[in-house]
């Protein structure tokens, strides 16, 4: 059937040249896919031929391939609008751009709006990605009644996101499914298998990646997205089947920044579905469940980028397959699935074409006054150039993927009041010349603020996601922000260090403590190079080093032919400082060839995959190795680590997830741990440690809080309603702690004064009694975001990070995830740290 499109698409492309091309007869989804659209799941590859084919039969679409998958597919998005918009659709592009700012030079007067629609970032919400050839088809079809929209309106379809998750979903359901359907839930062809369509191909959850792009579709489709800036962007989910469709407006919480205009057009928009709908006959609702809080969604990134940003959820999902038997004894179709997206998408379409006018001028408004007035209480963010230049490059990485304009302090400034994020307090300042500085007035302001808040101004505890994501903090920068607005320079030096050809040095310093170290380290270690760390703080050569220093010696590199040559590549090519010192004979501290320079372990890591893992986790684990660390890992299913040779590893990661471990094979991994092995056990896997034979790690129980200030007495029996809320008391959706840290201990080596960690579990563990407590809460832990009273309770006095000796070995524990979805970059380092020391 591939064979069979592609010949014909060639062939109408032929025939279209000679064609006027407006008139041409477009094949419907169902002519050019030779099955009637909903009747099974369209493969990948057929998806992106139909596009293409229409895009090579009309004068009204533009067809962009905008990136590539892990998997190698393509990422593509149609531009559509009126033969005459086409013609000009780069002015129109470039005009908007000047709208926001983002490109400079005045803006033309004109009002066409842009709609964005993305469909199935879930992979297996999968009716989105069908509709959007439904939707390509209506819009473009001859003698479409929607073609009158595109004379004021810029339509971009994306018809999936995820390509990689769509095709491991629809792969998957045509395997099972092929014949009649069987709306039966509880057969085969309902129950997807591990680990689902919903992620990516490392299993990242990419509606949960627009703020930190750590995935290659998010930086990919945001380069493009930062090219159109759209007004009006829909999400195109799915959720459960039994759920109505849910459209705008969202419900609370919502950002603070939020504009009052954004607001009420999601209610104008939200009507124009309801109308649709109610011809119909649909059910649906609106104002509950789908926040806009959180910045890392497909709903709220838009909106803080001035659009009108919303998510849109059908009943279906994976397990609905193309039939599904409802509770009411109603079958709920593929097909109708596909028409409910399909008269919101063209709702969507309609309600912005109509009030073209009015979203241009306060798409326009949006970015001037949030350059004149940005929102929050400082008016220039501090990044310190000195301290960390790994950690810091790292962060701007970041801030050019997202466009956030930044410069470098051209003097030194002193005595700016403001707030410190490696302390989280206020204080007095100073920025050294060279600093970074990143200006809260740019067009990028709303995310530069929400980005840089400790906390969002939460107006409703109930919320879908983490609370609390202050990037400073994620990244453990030396940093602060001050009200007052700061010269800065734009012309930015990326630091280089060039270490000498010639010179043959004692030995070489490599500072740790951020990813581009780490990243070095394994780099270096992969080429042959023995590394060794300092146990304790050293002077020599007239400089201080501390702890976790990394030391490249000749000595342990005598045999290896390039030493100085794979040592000077990784250092020139990384911003991490590297200095060639020149003797072992330290003025403080310990000379080199102590016992207190410790081999950096060679790692040989055995991560715990498949059915029962908790695949977001794994995918963290997998990605971290495989994509930024370009190193080996074997994952193995976790119900054969029973028949593995353990000797062959010296690091196992036990993954999150509800896998269980025989009691045997347990036996097995101790005496394993105990004859050298390190075992790092993260979030929810310390529950298969704790309480058992061998390990100290206990959990802290529920002990009930102290709520004589915090309640008034009940008097009388708790209502029903708010029950919800009231749960949300025993709660930590995702959170920011400030940690107290050992820094002596060598988990924390590199992470400097302060650790804060991002906690969203409820699990508690006592502080092991002996010793090893590298990092944990004490009894008044500093915190950001929300955190119910009894949850705050229970996680007084409590470990986050620790280890454990047992025998020649060790187990470390992470209670809080550090890799949670791969932003937290200071976890990475904190893992890091488990993995080499
Ligand atoms: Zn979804």
């Known amino acids: 059937m591939a064979i069979r499109s592609h010949l014909f698409c060639f062939l109408i492309t032929l025939l279209a040249g000679t064609l006027n091309a407006q008139s041409a007869t477009i094949q419907s989804p169902d002519e050019f896919l030779t099955y009637k659209l909903g009747s099974r799941f369209t493969p990948h590859h057929l998806l992106v031929d139909y596009f293409k084919y229409v895009d090579g039969v009309s004068d009204r679409i533009q067809l962009v391939e905008y990136g590539e998958t ?52 879930h992979g297996n919400e999968a009716a989105g990605a069908e509709s959007s050839m439904a939707v390509l088809y209506d819009l473009l079809k001859a003698g479409s009644p929607y073609a009158k929209w595109l004379e004021n309106t810029v339509v971009i379809i994306d018809p999936t996101l995820n390509p990689d998750g769509y095709n491991r979903y629809s792969q998957w359901s045509n395997s099972v ?6 709306p039966n839930p509880t057969t085969r062809e309902h129950n997807e298998p591990w680990p689902g369509g919903r992620s990516n191909h490392y299993y990242f959850d990419l509606n949960r990646d627009w703020a930190w792009q750590s995935q290659q579709e998010s930086r990919d489709r945001i380069a493009f997205y930062l090219q159109w800036m759209p007004h009006v962007h829909a999400d195109i989910h799915e959720m459960g089947s039994e759920a ?60 803080f980028a001035g659009a009108i940003g919303m998510t849109y959820e059908q009943g279906g999902g994976g397990s609905a397959n193309r039939a599904v038997m409802l509770q009411n004894g109603d079958t709920l179709t593929l097909f109708d699935r596909i028409a409910h997206h399909q008269e919101a998408s063209l709702s969507t379409i309609e309600v912005s074409s109509l009030n073209a006018a009015a979203l241009v001028k306060e798409f326009g408004l949006y970015f001037k006054n949030s350059i004149a007035d940005p929102p929050g209480a400082y008016n220039s963010y501090v990044i310190s150039a000195h301290t960390n230049p790994g950690r810091v490059e790292d962060f701007l990485r970041l801030l050019r993927l997202q466009g ?48 840089f808040e400790t906390e969002g101004n939460l107006v409703d505890s109930i919320t879908y996601d983490i609370t609390a994501w202050c990037l400073p903090m994620a990244y453990g920068l030396d940093a602060f922000a001050t009200e007052v607005q700061l010269a800065y320079d734009p012309a930015l030096v990326t630091p280089t260090q060039k270490l000498s050809a010639t010179e043959r040095p004692y030995a070489y310093a ?95 890591v055995l991560a715990l995959a498949g059915e029962g893992v908790r695949s977001l986790n794994l995918g963290e684990i997998w990605h971290f190795f495989e994509e930024e660390l370009k190193y080996p890992i074997d994952l193995i299913e976790a119900g054969e680590i029973g028949t593995v040779a353990l000797e062959s590893y010296n690091v196992i990661v036990l993954t999150e997830g509800y896998y269980s471990i025989s009691e045997s094979t347990m036996e097995k991994i101790n005496d394993w741990v105990s004859a050298g092995g390190r075992l790092v056990a993260i979030g929810s896997a310390i529950n298969k440690l704790s309480g058992k034979d061998g390990f100290e790690i206990e959990s802290k129980g529920t002990p009930e809080p102290d709520t004589s200030e915090k309640e008034p007495p009940v008097h009388h029996p708790e209502p029903y309603a708010g029950s919800d809320r009231r749960s949300m008391s025993d709660d930590i959706p995702g959170s920011i702690f400030q940690t107290t840290l050992d820094t002596t201990h060598p988990l924390c080596f590199g992470l400097g004064e302060t650790y804060w960690t991002l906690k969203s579990t409820t699990s508690n563990y006592k502080w092991l009694e002996e010793g ?14 929300f955190v119910g009273y009894k949850a705050l309770e229970k996680t007084k006095n409590t470990l986050i990070a620790g280890q454990e000796q047992i025998g020649g070995g060790s187990v470390v524990y992470f209670v809080d995830n550090p890799m949670f979805r791969s932003f937290w970059n200071s976890g990475k380092v904190l893992f890091s740290n488990a993995l080499f020391f």
């Open 70 to 121: 892990y998997e190698l597919r393509p990422l593509i998005a149609a531009i559509i609008s009126s033969p005459a918009n086409m013609k000009r659709i780069e002015d129109i592009r470039q005009n908007n751009l000047r709208r926001t700012g983002m490109l400079a030079g005045d803006t033309k007067d004109e009002n066409i709006a842009i709609v964005y629609l993305s469909y199935t970032v």
């Open 177 to 182: 499914s092929a014949g009649p359907n069987n």
């Open 244 to 303: 109505p469709y849910y459209f705008a407006p969202a419900a609370q919480p919502y950002h603070s920044t939020v504009t009052k205009w954004q607001a009420d057009f999601q209610i104008q928009i939200g009507k124009n579905n309801a109308a649709h709908f109610d011809k119909e006959g649909w059910r649906y609702f609106s104002k509950e469940r789908f926040d806009l809080f959180y910045p890392s969604y497909g709903d709220t990134y838009p909106t």
């Open 404 to 451: 956030i304009r930044y410069g470098i302090a051209a003097q030194d400034f002193k005595g700016l009041k403001g707030l410190s994020y490696l302390t989280g307090d206020q204080g007095t300042y100073a920025a050294q010349k060279g600093d970074i500085i990143v200006p809260a007035s740019q067009p990028r302001a709303v995310l530069t603020q929400v980005l």
């Open 510 to 604: 490599m500072q740790w403590g951020s990813m581009p170290a780490t990243k070095a380290l394994t780099n270096m270690m992969l080429k042959g190079v023995v590394a060794r760390y300092a146990t304790s703080p050293f002077r020599v050569d007239g400089k201080d080093y501390p702890a976790g220093t990394i030391l490249l010696m000749r000595a342990d590199n005598r045999k290896h032919s390039d030493f100085d040559a794979v040592v000077k590549e990784v250092a020139n090519s990384s911003v991490v400082p590297f200095t060639p010192i020149r003797t072992g004979f330290v003025e403080s501290g310990k000379d080199f060839g102590s016992y207190d320079y410790e081999l950096v372990r060679r790692p040989k």
């Open 772 to 785: 090893g407590n590298a990092i944990y809460l004490d009894d008044s832990p500093r915190y950001y975001g």
